[in-house]
């Protein structure tokens, strides 16, 4: 017959039980707090139109205007900042009625694109991609052209609404 069980392998048993038990209780609440976040939408803002100004401001002719889009307030699950800049865009007024905002992000890998007043076309200096003045791409690694922004005058302002869109890829899917 086996030998009967001994006291020092039942406490050893017991000791593993209520010691897995107490972590386990503690861990689940650490682990619900590290990945509750993940859930949520992390950043919050830019979903209503950003005032850029007066119309006047944008002269028909004129070269591309670059306007920094700034948030007001971005929350993400911990924190909340004021007065965050979001990116840039460039607005282009062709005639008294058509106004052209197009993002000063690079699509192909987010650097900051400039506008070349002597070449009269968009520079990203990361990997020489170019840009015509309506935001087709010209040359360079750039998957696609400049990302186009959606504007729309309102009495005599100028309001546009941000968009982000995903980096590294023929089609325009907002991030």
Known sequence: MGEPPDRRGFLKVATCCVGGGVALAAGVPVVGLLVDPAGKQTVSSGKD???LG???RFAVGAPPTRVEIVAPVVKDAWTAATNVVLGAAFIQRTTPDTIVALSA????LGCAVGFDAK???YL???HDSRFALDGAKTTGPSERGLDPLPVKVVGDR??????RYKLGQTSREPA
């Open 49 to 51: 139109p950003f005032d």
């Open 119 to 121: 070449a009269g076309n």
């Open 158 to 163: 100028l309001e546009l609404t941000w968009v």
């Open 54 to 56: 007066a119309l006047s």
């Open 124 to 126: 990203c200096p990361c």
């Open 105 to 108: 992000v690079c699509p192909h």
